[in-house]
């Protein structure tokens, strides 16, 4: 392999959420600092040009075209990876959705049922990817931009009707790509130039590049309603190891738990991530995360800092009105405290609270509440 860098990375939305611009900007940016662009385009578009019926009732033909759309999607891929192994630049093979985009659109068991024939499976499909980058639809916080116009494949219709599908078919997306270490969920910002920049940003953190520092918003509150039953609950456990100077090491062991209707864990997706993070200057940092298998995490353990006990909080992750939060519940030591955070809001920028979040405080900047600090063993 001639290449000594290639990252493989998914844009991937809702209809509408700006795909085709952001492409753009990554072409442009990326090969303008001296890497090659690869991008593999969006397959089910070319297989609806082609003739395929992806809403037929016909359940013999949908199982045919998806299973050939899922096998297409993955030579491509490979493809395009061996040819930017040839290449003596740093590559990145930008994919227009991705092979989970696929799982989105249909039943489990169909699903389940076309991975095994492919000789495949969700967890490998997922590992395909380096970053997964989620913009979220129009249809979410930004309808007056909402058209059907740029892309005759489109089904949604451009009203009200249309619109909740739109909304549905973006959170089934992303719950398609939760598990992945690496997904980030892009918000409506209010300047679309914002939203565009957050993507140009996520990539360059893949790529290890040096970012400018930037906090998210984060505020203790009260929950004081319904959050609500589509947002995506995950058990988070936190450790921080012994590093070295002005870099803070630590691993995250993220599960997911499915449940039935009576309340039974009926599936379970556990993630281990290993991260540095790295200040090169006051105000730029590099961050480098890797996924690590379960054996690598529990040899890490050992590492952990004695003067720091892990944090232990329960995630539910959710939109509203097109801004993407994390509302984590802490335990043990820090048993009670209620954090939300922001993802990608930027600064100038109002967050739409949701009415059943009560703000007790704004604690973005206090360094008294990052989790570096907040794990530190009470005497």
Known sequence: MKSAEIKKIVLTGGPCAGKTSALVRVIEHFSNIGYKVFTIPEVPTLFTQA?????????????????????IQMALEDKF?????????????????????ISAYMDVATWDEI?????????????????????????????????????????????????????GLDKKVIKAWTGHPHLRVINNNEDFEKKMNRVVKEISDVLSLPQPIVEERKYIVEVVGEVPDDSTESQITQCYLIGEANAEVRLRRRVWRARSAEGQVVSEKVVNVHTTRKRI???????????????????????????????????????????????????????????LETKGITAHENVKFPPFIRVVEDITCNKNYYNYNLAKKKE
């Open 51 to 71: 003739g395929m019926n992806y809403l037929t009732t016909n359940r013999g033909f949908f199982y045919q075209g998806e299973k050939a759309t899922l096998e």
């Open 81 to 101: 990876t061996r040819m930017a192994q040839e290449c003596d630049e740093p590559c990145i093979i930008v994919c227009d959705r991705g092979t989970m985009d």
């Open 115 to 167: 991975t095994r024939a492919v000789g495949t499976s969700t967890p490998e499909l997922r590992q395909r990817y380096d970053a997964v980058l989620h913009l979220v639809s129009a249809a979410d916080g930004a309808e007056q931009f909402y058209t059907t116009a740029n892309n005759a494949s489109r089904n949604e219709a451009n009203d009200e009707e249309g619109l909740r599908i739109a909304r």
């Open 281 to 339: 200057s006051d105000t730029e940092e590099i961050v480098t995360e890797r996924q690590i298998n379960n054996s690598l995490y529990e040899m890490m353990l050992a590492l952990a800092d004695p003067d720091r006990t892990p944090i232990s909080k329960l995630r539910k992750s959710f939109i509203w009105k097109g801004q993407y939060f994390e509302l984590d519940f802490y335990k043990g030591q820090l048993d009670g405290l209620i954090i």
